[in-house]
């Protein structure tokens, strides 16, 4: 049997166009070699910023050897825009990227590994590394429990959409509906080798608010340096693109 095929699937807008392509510098990092195409799906808030954002797509698109394949602007909810994504992957695996996050060249082969080795058909990261760039603080969230995750780290097989989507006209919090109120089993990845959250201005959702009421004890401060998670010319770009 032949490696697993996987699809990564991006829901991206105009504003973003900058961060979508350090999205496709980090998917040219990926070690794992069956990645067979990048799903994008257009989330801009009006159709003429998608229709603006799908010529920038088009540019893209010739820096990569990876088929891109293209959802064009249908103004619809997230949840629906991760839904009509979702159904056009032809991976295997299908794992999820958002256009603004970190991802370790060892993303999708850690997804892969842990899913292969698992009876569970979809895998995500609950205590999640985030990376405030106004404050420049990292921080690390405290594990919920062994179902959670949010989209930006979720992987699973293609068989779980046979019987599972997203809601429809959800603007945020999908994945509740997407995991059967996070009750489906899910196999919990390193989150080392997962993600780095950003944190910034234009989040869809504000995340600060998180880190400021310390009651909620979930997101603590690291010791860690930020450049011992994301390497350092590559942080240095993506501070460039959230602080400007």
């Given at each position: 049997m032949g490696k697993l095929t996987v699809s990564i699937i991006t829901v991206t807008q105009l504003?973003?166009?900058?961060?979508?392509?350090?999205?496709?510098?980090?998917?040219?990092?990926?070690?794992?070699?069956?990645?067979?195409?990048?799903?994008?799906?257009?989330g801009s808030k009006t159709e003429y910023d998608g229709t603006k954002n799908s010529e920038k797509i088009v540019e893209l698109s010739f820096e990569t050897s990876l088929p891109i394949v293209y959802l064009k602007y249908t103004g619809l909810a997230l949840s629906d825009l991760r839904n009509?994504?979702?159904?056009?992957?032809?991976?295997?695996?299908?794992?999820?990227?958002?256009?603004?996050?970190?991802?370790?060249?060892?993303?999708?082969?850690?997804a892969v590994y842990k899913l292969g080795k698992s009876k569970c058909l979809i895998a995500g990261c609950s205590d999640?590394?985030?990376?405030?760039?106004?404050?420049?603080?990292?921080?690390?969230?405290?594990?919920?429990?062994?179902?959670?995750s949010t989209n930006n780290c979720m992987a699973f097989k293609r068989e779980y959409l046979s019987t599972n989507a997203h809601e429809s006209g959800?603007?945020?919090?999908?994945?509740?509906?997407?995991?059967?109120?996070?009750?489906?089993?899910?196999?919990?990845?390193?989150?080392?080798?997962?993600i780095v959250v950003s944190s910034h201005d234009s989040n869809?959702?504000?995340?600060?608010?998180?880190?400021?009421?310390?009651?909620?004890?979930?997101?603590?401060?690291?010791?860690?340096?930020?450049?011992?998670?994301?390497?350092?010319?590559?942080?240095?770009?993506?501070?460039?693109?959230?602080?400007h």
């Open positions: 504003s973003r166009a900058e961060c979508l392509k350090n999205l496709l510098s980090l998917i040219k990092l990926q070690t794992y070699e069956n990645i067979i195409e990048w799903v994008i799906v257009e009509n994504g979702n159904m056009k992957c032809k991976g295997d695996i299908i794992v999820c990227m958002d256009d603004d996050d970190y991802y370790p060249s060892e993303r999708v082969e850690h999640i590394y985030i990376y405030d760039y106004y404050s420049q603080i990292l921080y690390k969230s405290e594990k919920l429990f062994n179902s959670h959800l603007t945020n919090a999908e994945e509740k509906s997407f995991t059967k109120n996070f009750t489906e089993p899910m196999v919990q990845l390193n989150s080392k080798k997962c869809t959702f504000d995340k600060r608010p998180l880190f400021i009421n310390i009651s909620t004890r979930l997101f603590k401060k690291s010791k860690k340096l930020v450049t011992k998670l994301i390497p350092a010319e590559i942080f240095e770009g993506m501070n460039h693109i959230l602080n």
